[in-house]
């Protein structure tokens, strides 16, 4: 059974959009950016102790992406899941590279949410 050719703006062997494939929902990305200020912006004024609080903030930050991804953006299973774990792993690891990584998947779901807007009417 051959496959179904890939339209414009999807992604390769799926049948989701580009938008929905990579794009969070704006308002974990912005979650996301505000946690990671939280946890590193105290990095330095601790000298690293509060490192022991990256972990579980990373574990409570991808229930709440895994969440959220399901009931707001329309993700199913696995890809609200693969999100939640990204974001999780990111917060949880000292840098400061999940706010690189949250506000363009969050414009990506922003774009989302209008071209759904758009489609519904």
């Not at 939280?38 to 990373?58: D, K, N, R, W």
């Not at 890809?79 to 939640?84: C, D, M, R």
Request: without cysteine.
């Amino acid at each position: 059974m051959p496959e179904e050719p890939i339209r414009h703006g999807q992604a390769a062997g799926s049948g989701k959009l580009f938008g929905q494939v990579f794009g969070i929902d704006p308002r974990i990305a912005f979650l996301a950016f505000v946690v990671d200020l939280m946890l590193f912006g105290g990095e330095l004024a601790t000298l690293g102790a509060s490192i022991v609080v990256s972990v579980p903030a990373g574990i409570v930050l991808g229930i709440v992406a895994y969440k959220a991804q399901r009931r707001w953006y329309g993700d199913d299973h696995d890809a609200a899941l693969i999100k939640a774990l990204i974001i999780g792993l990111l917060t949880a690891i000292p840098t400061p590279l999940p706010a690189l990584l949250a506000v363009p998947s969050g414009l990506l779901g922003i774009a989302h949410g209008i071209q759904k807007r758009l489609s519904a009417r």
